[in-house]
Nanobody
Framework: QVQLVESGGGLVQAGGSLRLSCAAS????????MGWYRQAPGKQRELVAA???????SYADSVKGRFTISRDNAKNTLYLQMNSLKPEDTAVYYC?????????WGQGTQVTVSS
């Protein structure tokens, strides 16, 4: 079992930056894949950024060039660096990891970008 705890959300002005963290209760070395998702009010949850076990990354078109996903294996932590934030980035952000055949989700952290 893996437990995930997110932090780093908050209120920021457009153009600002935030770094989200997702701390895992166990080692992330054996995790197959990990990612950050977001869900805005009235919208479906969408994938924002993903990282495979080998380190390859992918991003939604809407965040390419602005967001960066990374991980620190020693700290068992996944990060999402968000720069040049826009009001449309406002959402609850969730981290997800896949371990074997199971997926685990964090509780979510609110990001609000004011114009």
């Amino acid at each position: 079992q893996v437990q995930l705890v997110e932090s780093g959300g908050g209120l920021v002005q457009a153009g600002g930056s935030l770094r989200l963290s997702c701390a895992a209760s166990g080692s992330i070395l054996s995790i197959n894949a990990m990612g950050w998702y977001r869900q805005a009010p009235g919208k479906q949850r969408e994938l924002v950024a993903a990282m495979a076990s080998g380190g390859s990354t992918s991003y939604a078109d809407s965040v390419k060039g602005r967001f960066t996903i990374s991980r620190d294996n020693a700290k068992n932590t996944l990060y999402l660096q968000m720069n040049s934030l826009k009001p449309e980035d406002t959402a609850v952000y969730y981290c997800k990891v896949v371990l074997g055949a199971r997926a685990y989700w964090g509780q979510g952290t609110q990001v609000t970008v004011s114009s």
